[in-house]
C-alpha cells in the first residue's frame, strides 16, 4: 500500500543527501543522520536495505560512507518509495476491505488512485529533486553545510 511513511521520507532526504554530498569522497551516515536530525541507527537501517537493493552503494573505512550505485538521473523517486514500503510492509496489514461492496467498488479506486501516483513518481528522478533544490536556492545551503566541530 502506498503510504508516505517518516521512513519513506527519511530514505528519500538521505538519497537527496547523497547525490548532493558525494562528490569525491561517500557520505557518512552520521552527517546525514545530523543534518535530518534523525538517529544514525535508524537511519542505517535504511540504508543497508537500499544498498541490497542497487540504490546506494556502501563504502567500508575509516572514510566510507555511501554513494549512488548509479547516476541521479537514472533512479526514480518510485523505486526508492518501493523499496522502502518492503521495510513498511511487515509492520502494518495492507488495506483489504471486507465487504463485497468494498472488494468491487472502494478496492477497485483505491488501486486506481495508487497507481496514478506511482506512475507519477517513477517519472521523477534523483536529478529532477536535485534541480528543485538547485531553483529553491536549497541547494547552495546544502553544498556549503560545513558540520566539522
Same mark, same amino acid.
Given at each position: ?50 544498498? !541490497? ?16 550505485? !548509479? ?17 513498511? @510492509? ?54 556549503? @553545510?560545513?558540520?566539522?566541530?
Amino acid at each position: 500500500m502506498l503510504k508516505c511513511t517518516r521512513r519513506t521520507m527519511h530514505a528519500l532526504e538521505a538519497v537527496v543527501d547523497i547525490a548532493f554530498h558525494a562528490r569525491p569522497e561517500p557520505v557518512q551516515s552520521k552527517d546525514i543522520a545530523a543534518r535530518q536530525g534523525v538517529p544514525q541507527r535508524y537511519l542505517e537501517q535504511v540504508m543497508q536495505h537500499l544498498v !541490497r537493493n542497487g540504490i546506494l552503494k556502501g563504502v567500508r573505512g575509516p572514510r566510507g560512507g555511501y554513494t549512488l550505485a !548509479r547516476e541521479r538521473r537514472r533512479i526514480t523517486v518510485g523505486e526508492v518509495i518501493r523499496i522502502v514500503s518492503e521495510l513498511d @510492509a511487515d509492520s502494518e496489514d495492507s488495506f483489504a476491505a471486507g465487504s463485497d461492496l468494498g472488494r468491487r467498488t472502494v478496492q477497485p479506486i483505491w488501486e486506481e488512485c495508487q497507481a496514478a501516483v506511482m506512475a507519477k513518481v517513477d517519472k521523477i528522478t534523483l536529478e529532477d529533486l536535485c534541480n528543485r533544490a538547485e531553483q529553491s536556492g536549497l541547494a547552495a545551503e546544502l553544498e556549503t @553545510a560545513d558540520f566539522a566541530i
